[in-house]
């Protein structure tokens, strides 16, 4: 049975980033993860629990490996650019999965199940501005590290926004230590 959770879970992830909750079937999801409804409603209790669990698993696989990235050592340069690295990583590793999170988190409220990722982005930027602060704290820079990690975030969306819908290689080291460097020249203490 692993192998069709495995499977549904490919599928839906594919199939939610293409049409949305609302667009999307259970028949569809079905149909391309080569599994009967029996066998998705063994896994998952519907198609909005199915949706739940992916946004769960989504972002939670996702701060673990941010907060991994936020607390390696090294100078504040190097440990921003992992974490924006990781961001990186994270959508060209799964460019489907990211597109499904992007469409959730643009699409109107009434046309997916209820996931508060709002308070997600929230601990994420939590997790990025302890590493602003810290460099705040070792007089590194000045600023708001709130107000930084938002920032961050901001130019690693963007970025890789423009590697999902123009296929342009921008989730680059370089292109982390670009966005590392811009913040921190002009913060600095």
């Not at 049409?19 to 259970?26: L, N, Q, R």
């Not at 996702?62 to 990781?86: C, F, H």
């Amino acid at each position: 049975m692993r192998g069709g959770r495995e499977a549904i879970v490919k599928a839906a992830i594919r199939i939610f980033a293409q049409k949305g909750f609302a667009g999307a079937t259970i028949r569809e999801i079905c149909a391309e993860a080569g599994v009967t409804k029996p066998v998705l409603y063994y896994h998952f209790r519907g198609k909005g629990h199915l949706y739940q669990e992916l946004m769960i698993d989504s972002f939670g696989s996702y701060q673990k490996t941010l907060l991994s990235a936020a607390q390696t050592r090294g100078s504040l340069r190097e440990r921003l650019i992992r974490v924006v690295q990781n961001d990186f990583r994270a959508s060209k590793e799964d460019p489907a999965r990211t597109m499904f999170v992007l469409r959730m988190i643009f699409s109107p409220g009434d046309q997916h199940p209820l996931f508060d990722y709002i308070k997600a982005m929230e601990q994420e930027r939590r997790v990025i501005a302890g590493v602003f602060q810290d460099g705040i704290e070792a007089n590194d820079l000045r600023g708001n590290a709130r107000e930084l990690a938002s920032a961050l975030m901001g130019m690693s969306l963007f970025a890789t926004l423009e590697y999902l819908f123009t296929d342009r290689p921008t989730l680059t080291r370089r292109r982390a230590e670009q966005c590392a460097d811009l913040l921190l020249q002009g913060c600095k203490a």
